[in-house]
Protein backbone atom coordinates (compact mmCIF):
# COMPACT_ATOMS: atom_id res chain seq x y z
CA UNK A 1 0.00 0.00 0.00
CA UNK A 2 2.35 2.64 -1.22
CA UNK A 3 1.33 6.62 -0.91
CA UNK A 4 0.42 7.13 -3.71
CA UNK A 5 -1.16 10.96 -5.52
CA UNK A 6 -1.96 11.91 -8.61
CA UNK A 7 -0.22 15.06 -9.91
CA UNK A 8 -3.37 17.14 -9.30
CA UNK A 9 -3.64 15.94 -5.94
CA UNK A 10 -0.01 16.59 -5.18
CA UNK A 11 -0.52 20.02 -6.17
CA UNK A 12 -3.25 21.35 -4.64
CA UNK A 13 -1.71 19.69 -1.19
CA UNK A 14 1.84 21.95 -2.13
CA UNK A 15 0.15 25.14 -3.51
CA UNK A 16 -3.16 25.09 -2.34
CA UNK A 17 -4.85 27.37 -4.58
CA UNK A 18 -8.24 29.00 -2.71
CA UNK A 19 -10.12 27.82 -5.63
CA UNK A 20 -9.29 24.11 -5.39
CA UNK A 21 -11.19 22.27 -2.49
CA UNK A 22 -9.86 18.60 -1.29
CA UNK A 23 -12.41 16.49 -0.07
CA UNK A 24 -11.81 13.77 2.02
CA UNK A 25 -13.80 10.65 1.87
CA UNK A 26 -14.59 7.21 3.89
CA UNK A 27 -16.20 4.41 3.18
CA UNK A 28 -17.36 1.83 5.94
CA UNK A 29 -17.66 -1.67 4.57
CA UNK A 30 -19.05 -4.54 6.17
CA UNK A 31 -20.68 -8.20 5.59
CA UNK A 32 -24.03 -7.02 7.49
CA UNK A 33 -23.93 -3.74 5.69
CA UNK A 34 -26.92 -5.13 3.49
CA UNK A 35 -30.14 -3.60 1.84
CA UNK A 36 -32.50 -5.34 -0.28
CA UNK A 37 -29.96 -8.24 -0.45
CA UNK A 38 -26.79 -6.51 -1.72
CA UNK A 39 -23.67 -4.89 -0.04
CA UNK A 40 -24.88 -1.02 1.22
CA UNK A 41 -21.69 0.47 2.54
CA UNK A 42 -21.48 3.82 4.68
CA UNK A 43 -19.72 5.85 2.50
CA UNK A 44 -19.40 10.04 4.02
CA UNK A 45 -17.67 12.93 2.45
CA UNK A 46 -16.09 15.93 4.87
CA UNK A 47 -17.99 18.13 3.12
CA UNK A 48 -21.14 20.57 3.77
CA UNK A 49 -23.42 18.98 0.98
CA UNK A 50 -23.48 15.70 -0.48
CA UNK A 51 -21.19 14.47 -3.75
CA UNK A 52 -20.88 12.36 -6.14
CA UNK A 53 -17.41 10.41 -6.82
CA UNK A 54 -16.17 7.63 -9.25
CA UNK A 55 -14.59 4.87 -7.14
CA UNK A 56 -11.44 3.51 -8.36
CA UNK A 57 -12.06 -0.04 -10.75
CA UNK A 58 -11.22 -2.40 -8.10
CA UNK A 59 -13.08 -0.73 -4.87
CA UNK A 60 -14.64 -3.97 -3.10
CA UNK A 61 -18.46 -2.41 -3.56
CA UNK A 62 -19.49 -0.40 -6.57
CA UNK A 63 -15.75 -0.36 -8.42
CA UNK A 64 -15.74 2.06 -11.68
CA UNK A 65 -18.94 3.50 -10.60
CA UNK A 66 -20.10 6.80 -9.39
CA UNK A 67 -21.99 6.54 -5.86
CA UNK A 68 -23.15 8.97 -3.45
CA UNK A 69 -21.36 10.19 -0.02
CA UNK A 70 -23.35 11.65 2.56
CA UNK A 71 -21.97 15.11 4.16
CA UNK A 72 -21.60 13.75 6.96
CA UNK A 73 -18.66 15.34 9.53
CA UNK A 74 -16.13 13.45 10.96
CA UNK A 75 -12.26 13.72 12.22
CA UNK A 76 -9.39 12.02 13.02
CA UNK A 77 -6.92 12.24 16.02
CA UNK A 78 -2.96 11.74 15.14
CA UNK A 79 -1.84 8.47 14.91
CA UNK A 80 -0.41 6.56 17.47
CA UNK A 81 1.22 3.44 18.63
CA UNK A 82 -1.53 1.24 20.09
CA UNK A 83 -2.36 -2.98 20.59
CA UNK A 84 -2.19 -3.65 16.63
CA UNK A 85 0.30 -1.30 15.76
CA UNK A 86 -0.31 2.73 14.69
CA UNK A 87 -3.78 3.11 15.33
CA UNK A 88 -6.04 7.03 15.66
CA UNK A 89 -9.51 7.61 17.05
CA UNK A 90 -11.67 8.62 14.41
CA UNK A 91 -15.21 10.35 15.44
CA UNK A 92 -18.09 11.19 12.78
CA UNK A 93 -20.69 13.19 13.21
CA UNK A 94 -24.49 12.88 13.17
CA UNK A 95 -24.66 9.49 11.83
CA UNK A 96 -27.03 7.50 13.90
CA UNK A 97 -29.75 8.08 10.85
CA UNK A 98 -26.98 5.88 8.48
CA UNK A 99 -25.30 3.71 11.23
CA UNK A 100 -27.94 2.88 13.30
CA UNK A 101 -29.82 0.34 11.16
CA UNK A 102 -26.31 -1.57 10.87
CA UNK A 103 -24.25 -1.28 13.74
CA UNK A 104 -26.59 -3.92 16.38
CA UNK A 105 -26.16 -6.09 13.79
CA UNK A 106 -22.36 -5.69 13.21
CA UNK A 107 -21.45 -5.52 16.48
CA UNK A 108 -22.45 -9.27 17.53
CA UNK A 109 -20.29 -10.26 14.25
CA UNK A 110 -16.00 -11.14 15.15
CA UNK A 111 -15.62 -9.49 12.02
CA UNK A 112 -13.72 -5.97 11.68
CA UNK A 113 -15.57 -2.74 9.47
CA UNK A 114 -13.41 -2.56 6.65
CA UNK A 115 -12.82 1.70 6.46
CA UNK A 116 -11.53 2.99 3.22
CA UNK A 117 -9.99 6.55 2.47
CA UNK A 118 -10.09 8.12 -0.63
CA UNK A 119 -9.23 11.82 -1.63
CA UNK A 120 -10.77 13.77 -4.20
CA UNK A 121 -10.28 17.21 -5.55
CA UNK A 122 -13.90 19.33 -5.97
CA UNK A 123 -12.94 20.18 -9.87
CA UNK A 124 -12.33 15.70 -10.71
CA UNK A 125 -14.64 14.08 -8.74
CA UNK A 126 -14.34 10.90 -11.58
CA UNK A 127 -10.55 10.21 -10.47
CA UNK A 128 -9.44 9.28 -6.95
CA UNK A 129 -6.36 11.63 -6.46
CA UNK A 130 -5.26 10.32 -2.83
CA UNK A 131 -5.29 6.50 -1.87
CA UNK A 132 -7.57 4.27 -1.53
CA UNK A 133 -6.29 3.41 2.03
CA UNK A 134 -7.70 0.27 3.66
CA UNK A 135 -7.97 0.18 7.18
CA UNK A 136 -10.35 -1.37 9.97
CA UNK A 137 -12.50 0.30 12.22
CA UNK A 138 -12.90 -1.52 15.27
CA UNK A 139 -13.70 -0.97 19.17
CA UNK A 140 -16.55 1.49 17.79
CA UNK A 141 -18.72 2.93 20.05
CA UNK A 142 -21.77 4.94 19.94
CA UNK A 143 -23.43 8.07 21.97
CA UNK A 144 -26.46 9.72 21.38
CA UNK A 145 -24.62 12.20 18.54
CA UNK A 146 -21.15 10.70 17.28
CA UNK A 147 -19.66 6.98 16.45
CA UNK A 148 -16.21 6.73 17.44
CA UNK A 149 -13.71 3.86 16.65
CA UNK A 150 -9.75 3.31 16.34
CA UNK A 151 -8.49 2.97 13.29
CA UNK A 152 -5.82 0.52 12.53
CA UNK A 153 -3.75 -0.76 9.10
CA UNK A 154 -5.55 -3.80 7.62
CA UNK A 155 -2.64 -5.66 6.88
CA UNK A 156 0.78 -4.17 7.74
CA UNK A 157 2.63 -7.38 6.51
CA UNK A 158 1.53 -6.35 2.80
CA UNK A 159 2.47 -2.73 3.37
CA UNK A 160 4.98 -1.83 0.23
CA UNK A 161 7.71 -0.07 2.64
CA UNK A 162 10.39 0.67 -0.23
CA UNK A 163 9.25 2.01 -3.67
CA UNK A 164 12.29 2.12 -5.26
CA UNK A 165 14.10 -0.55 -6.82
CA UNK A 166 18.00 -0.35 -5.92
CA UNK A 167 19.96 -2.06 -9.05
CA UNK A 168 23.64 -1.68 -10.02
CA UNK A 169 21.93 0.49 -13.41
CA UNK A 170 20.94 2.82 -11.38
CA UNK A 171 23.08 2.64 -8.48
CA UNK A 172 26.60 0.96 -9.06
CA UNK A 173 27.60 2.68 -5.95
CA UNK A 174 26.22 0.38 -4.17
CA UNK A 175 28.19 -3.17 -4.64
CA UNK A 176 32.05 -0.79 -4.53
CA UNK A 177 34.14 -1.74 -2.44
CA UNK A 178 35.71 1.58 -0.35
Do not use: C
Request: hydrophobic share 40%.
Amino acid sequence: MPISATQAWAEAAASAPKDEVMLITIELIHPTFVENGQPAPIRAVRNSVDVSFRLEDGAPVGGGNVVPFKAIPFEIDYPRIGNLGAEATIRLDNVNREASRYLHEAVKLNTPIQAIFRGYLASDPNTVGQGPYKLILRNVKRTARQLEGQLAIARPQNMRVMREVYDMVRFPSLLQVS
